[in-house]
């Protein structure tokens, strides 16, 4: 089994409303899994939000805590609620009403990792499945509404930026032939998840660092922005997908030769996007 559910880093001091996560960096695939599989250790981390922790582990220097799965995707999806379990994979579980999320394999225990290859040969115990439920999914998401309740507590606010980044090819379908590809796509659920001054200012972070955005296509937000966001109780979630093309070789897995470089470009977004929920900010707006 991965050795932690969840890696955290605290700043020496909290000086802003702003949560940091990462539920899909991380890799450590247990030897059980890997036993299991009928994937290679590269076409396993196909899913995986490779190298996304070292892209943020900066906001703590920021003053925001930034939390990080410590169980992989493949094996446990913390973007997925604890009730999406797939009756393809898992034994004893019924087809319920139809989740599109479910139907392509993308259950809280995942089936498939990008581009739909299996990652099994047959299915799981129900079992098996409640162990990596309640021995990752739980406490990561226990974790991380203490960090959102603790924000609450100090700032009277709350704001969650949900850490992500999407294949290049994600996006091919959604740009017209010519047009600019977004290098940033900024997910709030059309506005449910997270205020529109809140979102304008992460754009502006973004934008202001020469990357082109877009918002909620083709990723609105799956369970974190659903479950968290609540703007009407000054709780807001943003996800944020960064094109891997950017910073890493999809194929081979591995960071680019300018990968320092663009994690000093993030640098300055992450201290715009931490500044949002200083306490300042929140003292102006009463």
Avoid at 66 to 77: S, Y
Avoid at 92 to 109: E, F, Q, T
Avoid at 197 to 214: C, H, N, P, T, W
């Amino acid at each position: 089994m991965p050795q932690v559910a969840f890696e955290i880093v605290h700043p020496d001091k909290r000086s802003t409303s702003v949560v940091f996560a990462s539920p899909h960096s991380g890799r450590d695939y247990p030897a059980s899994l890997m036993k299991r599989t009928v994937l290679d250790r590269l076409a396993i981390r196909s899913s995986e939000d490779a190298f996304v922790d070292r892209l943020f582990d900066c906001a703590p220097r920021f003053g925001a805590p930034f939390l990080m799965a410590g169980a992989p995707r493949a094996f446990i999806d913390m973007n997925r609620a604890a009730e999406e379990l797939d009756p393809a994979l898992i034994e004893g579980v019924r087809g319920g009403g139809h989740n599109p999320r479910i139907a392509s394999g993308l259950g809280i225990v995942p089936r498939v990792v990008a581009n739909g290859r299996a990652i099994y040969n047959g299915k799981i115990s129900l079992a098996e499945a409640q162990r990596r439920i309640n021995g990752y999914w739980v406490p990561y998401h226990r974790q991380l509404q203490k960090l959102l309740d603790e924000s609450h507590a100090r700032f009277g606010e709350a704001i969650l930026i949900d850490c992500h980044s999407m294949p290049h090819e994600a996006l091919d379908n959604i740009v017209r032939s010519g047009a600019p590809r977004p290098d940033i796509v900024l997910g709030d659920r059309f506005g449910a998840s997270a205020s529109a001054e809140i979102v304008d200012q992460i754009e502006a972070a973004f934008r202001d660092a020469g990357l082109r955005v877009s918002r909620n296509a083709p990723f609105a937000g799956a369970y974190t922005t659903q479950h968290y966001g609540r703007p009407s109780r000054r709780q807001h979630t943003v996800q944020v997908e960064i094109d891997r093309s950017l910073y890493m070789d999809e194929k081979a897995i591995r960071p680019r030769d300018d990968f320092a470089a663009f994690r000093r470009l993030l640098r300055g977004v992450i201290a715009r996007i931490a500044e949002i929920g200083t306490q300042d900010r929140q003292l102006a707006a009463e």
